[in-house]
């Protein structure tokens, strides 16, 4: 008896840990870990008891490639334009999650708007019809704070453009957002049709996944004059 409970012990500690490991997603880009998080305060989260008051929800860009389920430049783009806003919005202060108005130029199929207005939703809270509508007569309201102007398109050579309003002061900021000076290796050309078919071999795979993410790490890290353009709107 003694032997067997033991055996169920171990096994048990077994399970466990295995459980702990299987928990964390394991990225295979050492990068991902030195990229700038994003910090926001938010109120719903502390009325709500997930947090205590003054701790911030803290958004890294492994946490929108979870959302994704991938790691492109239109996700990596995404989260370094809604870091830039939030900067230029508050300057100094940590911005308030659920707080913020976005609107895109263009409608949500224009070029990567449904992509990037996730990442821009999972951070800032803005919703389209489909978020959550408040509490208590519509307090913390996240529904129809982000927009898509269908008759009004951001300049063709662009990727996207959109508008960050804050609720409280009113102030507003256009970022725009273009990646055409990212230069992409010839070799990623004859590796990624292989990669997308299933055919590339581990060695082409791991290879193409890095070429690809030569240029993230570019727009996330250390993007290029132009890349990434902001204005106040008055």
């Known amino acids: 008896m003694y032997r067997i409970s033991f055996f169920l012990t171990i096994l048990a500690l077994s399970a466990l840990l295995e459980g702990e490991t299987m928990a964390q997603t394991r990225f295979n880009k050492a990068f991902f870990d030195e990229v700038e998080p994003i910090k926001l305060v938010d109120p719903l989260a502390v009325t709500l008891g997930a947090i205590d008051k003054g701790e ?31 900067k230029e919005l508050y300057k100094d202060k940590t911005p308030v999650r659920g707080e913020i108005k976005v609107t895109f130029r263009g409608g949500v199929e224009h070029k990567v708007n449904g992509p990037i207005s996730q990442v821009i939703s999972l951070i800032t809270g ?33 990727v996207c453009s959109a508008i960050f309003e804050r609720m409280d002061t009113g102030k507003k900021v256009e970022i725009t957002y273009s990646n055409y000076m990212l230069d992409a290796n010839p070799r990623m050309g004859e ?44």
Request: aromatic share 8%; proline share 6%.
């Open 126 to 158: 803005a919703a389209p019809e489909s978020g959550f509508g408040g509490l208590g007569g519509g307090k913390f309201n996240r529904k129809n704070l982000m927009s898509f102007d269908e008759k009004n398109e951001a300049d063709p050579s662009c």
């Open 191 to 234: 590796l990624m049709p292989k990669s997308v078919k299933g055919i590339a071999s581990d060695a082409e795979l791991k290879e193409f996944g890095n070429l690809w993410h030569d240029r993230i790490k570019t727009i996330l890290m250390n993007p290029p004059d132009g890349m990434f353009v902001i204005k106040e709107i008055k």
């Open 56 to 86: 911030p929800l803290v958004y890294t860009y492994g946490d929108a490639i979870k959302m994704a389920g991938h790691s492109c430049p239109a996700i990596s783009g995404g989260y370094k334009l809604t870091q830039l806003a939030l």
